[in-house]
């Protein structure tokens, strides 16, 4: 529907599917109380979600000019390589903030360097946007990115539990 009225229908997906970060704090936090930290992660997701979704997008460009439907991917036209490597690389810095704002340690930057790596080589080398196959495989690859974001997220409060036993 949000194609119909925005040329970011990207955007809005962003907000919806991030949305479970920021509910998934209330479920554990404080009533009422959401940790700083996620709300970085949560804007993070959103430029994520933009990312992906217009790679994903790409697949489809000619039939939603066809019918008249918009999308990032059609609106940044030539420019979608250079604009969605940005929004990725925002999305890397904003999870890199809720890491650090959440206490987070070397490891956990490190595991967010191999996640850039993830984001940024298909986009430098694999997707061809006259081949719609090649969007869709990238488009597939960013599930690992999201697994990799809860595994680093999820095992960093496991790692400075067990910091100090292991320091004795």
């Known amino acids: 529907f949000m194609k119909r009225i925005t040329w970011w229908p990207q955007a809005w997906l962003g907000f919806v ?3 479970g970060a920021l509910v998934g704090a209330l479920a554990v936090s404080i009533p009422g109380q959401i940790p700083n930290e996620m709300y970085a992660l949560y804007a993070g997701c959103i ?6 979704d217009t790679i994903y997008a790409l697949q489809d460009r000619e039939d939603d000019a066809l019918i008249g439907v918009r999308s990032t991917a059609r609106l940044f036209g030539d420019k979608w390589r250079p604009i969605t490597t940005g929004f990725y690389l925002v999305a890397l810095f904003l999870w890199g903030l809720a890491a650090s704002i959440a206490g987070a340690d070397w490891p956990s930057m490190i595991g967010l360097g191999a996640i850039g790596a ?3 080589w298909p986009l430098l080398q ?10 869709l ?3 597939k690859q960013n599930a690992w990115v999201g697994v990799a974001v809860v595994v680093i997220f999820m095992l960093e409060p496991l790692a ?4 100090p036993l292991l320091d004795r």
């Open 160 to 163: 400075r539990t067990l910091r």
């Open 118 to 120: 993830l984001l940024v």
């Open 17 to 19: 599917f991030s949305w």
């Open 126 to 135: 694999h997707i061809d946007p006259a081949k719609p196959e090649t969007a």
């Open 47 to 52: 430029f994520w979600v933009i990312g992906y």
């Open 137 to 139: 495989a990238a488009f």
